[in-house]
């Protein structure tokens, strides 16, 4: 499976642009600026159905345009899909894959799975905990349609309950029995999600044992914990009692919405005591744990997406990422730099190693 041709139209800077790219190497090189990250972004648009950086699909309409249109070409075995993604400031956004809106679009999350390094990715040890579920959801999205489901689902509900919560407080008066109807919904989703993490996380940690070690050649052993208010004892008994502390609040305080992955590396706290080095080297272990895991579960190697990774690592863990890259452990690859001759010293030993080289002007 890769991405065999991408259209773009007044998506971020580009008015318009057409690119044909390789089944396995391909090097976007140009000026800071001239939109190599931005092209990155519309592919994770069509494999992920929405951006890897904005909040907001409208944000990505070209200044004084009205829309953005962004047509792919995947090739599958002897098929090849088309895959648009349009987006209207008025109507909003529409997903079309041969020519048909998908009966759910959550259906399609993980058709064509995509794995994205970027400068921000330290952000997963030094921001809060949000960053960190956001990014284990969508592996576990990718793989698992039913969790993507429930997590969708506990989601409306919780948005929902947090609404009639707010109007509780306002009026001063609490209704019991609404609130038991979100309840017997919210606490069967609660532990379905939160076990669902739980295995995860005894599956993905080898996979990032075996990621770090293979970047830093160093006896250090990286260690994910989650943690879940759901998993301790009498789980329902305290969420129900919260009741009073979720109005004064105005919000649902429990549940797996609050659930944090604490990251180590031999026993200590990465972001207390890690280096740069090694915060780094740590994400992108969990990016190439990733690929490993969505190869492992659905039997396909995931479109790489490397922004900017030259300037963010040291020389020896570049060096061994492309010693990766060279030996086509990977599938289809994107890597964007400003310099052409700096990741030729990395990717090529001759010309014909790469089969495509973009640069954009």
């Known amino acids: ?162 609404a009639a919560l707010k109007q509780m407080a306002e009026a001063g008066k609490i209704n019991a029995s609404l609130l038991s109807v979100y309840d017997e919904q919210l606490i069967p989703l609660n532990h379905f999600i939160s076990e669902e993490r739980t295995t995860f996380i005894r599956k ?35 969420f129900s009692e919260n009741q009073r502390n979720d109005i004064a609040a105005h919000r649902t305080i429990l549940g797996i919405h609050s659930d944090d992955y604490e990251f180590n590396f031999n026993d200590s706290s990465l972001k207390r005591y890690g280096s740069q080095g090694q915060q780094k080297t740590f994400v992108l272990a969990l990016k190439l744990a990733h690929f490993e895991f969505i190869h492992d579960t659905k039997n396909k190697k995931p479109i790489l997406l490397l922004d900017d990774i030259f300037d963010r690592l040291d020389t020896q863990r570049v060096t061994n990422l492309s010693k990766m890259i060279n030996t086509k452990y990977f599938g289809q690859v994107f890597i964007t ?14 010309l014909e190693k790469i089969v495509s080289i973009s640069t954009l002007c």
């Open 1 to 162: 499976m890769h991405l065999r041709f991408l259209q773009l139209h007044h998506f971020k800077n580009y008015t318009t642009a057409r690119h044909e790219f390789s089944e396995h190497l391909n090097l976007i090189t140009g000026p800071n600026g001239t939109g190599k990250t931005n092209l990155l972004d519309a592919i994770h648009y069509l494999c992920n159905t929405k951006s890897a950086f904005l909040s907001s699909d409208t944000l990505a309409i070209k200044h004084e345009q009205n829309f953005f249109r962004i047509e792919g070409h995947f090739q599958e075995v002897e098929n090849n899909i088309k895959v648009e993604c349009i987006c209207q400031k008025e109507n909003g956004k529409t997903f079309l894959v041969e020519g048909k809106v998908p009966n759910k679009l959550s259906s399609y999350i993980g058709r064509f799975p995509v794995v994205l390094v970027s400068p921000y990715d330290t952000d997963l040890v030094r921001e809060g905990s949000d960053s960190r579920r956001k990014f284990f959801d969508l592996v576990l999205s990718q793989s698992n349609l039913e969790y993507l489901d429930k997590l969708m689902i506990y989601n409306r509900l919780l948005k929902q309950r947090n």
């Open 204 to 238: 993905f940690l080898p996979l990032v044992e075996k990621a770090y070690q293979k970047l830093a050649e160093l006896n250090e052993k990286p260690k994910i914990i989650y943690r879940s208010v759901v998993l301790e004892t009498n789980f329902e008994n305290h």
């Open 337 to 350: 730099d400003a310099s052409t001759s700096k990741t030729k010293r990395f990717f090529l030993n001759d």
